[in-house]
């Protein structure tokens, strides 16, 4: 019994847990960040530029630390197949989402992924769904039917692009994620987030930049504080945190502490922007809550 208490506690390290709030703190507050952009600059150029220099700060940031950034023999289909579902679908499909939606919706849909990725664990994996995954299944889907309803039907026929953009980026988060497991990427965490981010956004960028009107000479003091934000808070110091917090903490217990992420998204959100935060929402959140913490430990 001595024994095993000190083994226990180490594993829940304080500090991992600490860089999990930041984490958390950093992704979430993105939410209502990348809504307020939208209104000042067009969805490609802003996530597609934002993340290529992430990917250059973070991949300075592994020269630092003396990680390489070379890419082993074999790996680079992989790579480009976790760039394309977890940064390519994810950024364009959510930036897209926050033109139909609020910024509280899109944080609550998003973070369904784990329930998506414990449903695609079956046919990629061969994990058969338990019980529990079943359910959480059902919560998710009662989640997404309190967002449909919870402003009547006018307003939940106007959102329907925005929930389908927001669904088919966590489904194909979902799918790298499980994807990943089956075909794991051989590079350091930091290198190879920075790879992906840069792979999955530099087309993102170029499109924006080709096809669409930025008007940086317009952008306000506040538009350029939130693009600092989105681009050295949420894509370096948020995710150097993350892979931080993994090394510190049990997968199970990082995965779950990631749920604080749509709570302040919502919150900040209807602080912020003044967002709705009625009894839907609140429904909503409770049941998308319940479903990833039923997903997570199935």
Not at 136 to 144: D, E, N, T, Y
Request: with cysteine; net charge positive.
């Amino acid at each position: 019994m001595t024994e095993s208490k000190p083994a226990a506690r180490a594993r829940i390290a304080p500090a991992g847990l600490l860089f999990l709030a930041i984490t958390s703190v950093g992704w979430g507050f993105n939410w209502p960040v990348t809504k307020y952009l939208l209104g000042e600059l067009p969805p490609l150029t802003l996530r597609g530029v934002t993340g290529v220099i992430g990917a250059l700060l973070l991949a300075a940031f592994a020269l630092i630390r003396r990680e390489s950034l070379a890419v082993g023999e074999g790996q680079w289909p992989r790579l480009v197949m976790a760039a394309i579902l977890n940064v390519t679908g994810w950024m364009v499909l959510m930036g897209l989402a926050l033109l139909w939606l609020p910024a509280s919706e899109a944080a609550l849909i998003a973070y369904t992924m784990p329930v998506w990725a414990a449903m695609l664990a079956w046919p990629v994996l061969g994990e058969r769904p338990t019980v529990l995954r079943t359910l959480a299944l059902v919560m998710a889907f009662a989640g997404l039917a309190s967002i449909l309803g919870g402003n009547g039907l006018i307003a939940s026929t106007a959102k329907m692009p925005g929930i389908i953009m927001a669904l088919g980026g966590a489904i194909g988060f979902a799918l790298g994620t499980v994807l990943a497991k089956k075909l794991p990427i051989q590079l350091p965490p930091v290198t190879a987030a920075a790879w992906q981010i840069g792979i999955g956004c530099f087309p993102i960028a170029i499109v924006g930049l080709a096809i669409e009107t930025t008007h940086l000479d317009k952008l306000t003091a506040t538009g350029w504080w939130l693009l600092f934000y989105s681009t050295v808070i949420q894509f370096c110091i948020a995710y150097v945190s993350w892979f931080a917090a993994l090394s510190r903490l049990p997968a199970s217990v990082a995965a779950i502490g990631t749920m604080a992420v749509p709570v302040i998204g919502v919150v900040a959100s209807a602080i912020a922007l003044g967002e709705p935060l009625g009894p839907g929402q609140i429904a909503a959140l409770v049941l998308t809550l319940a479903a990833v913490v039923l997903a997570t430990r199935s």
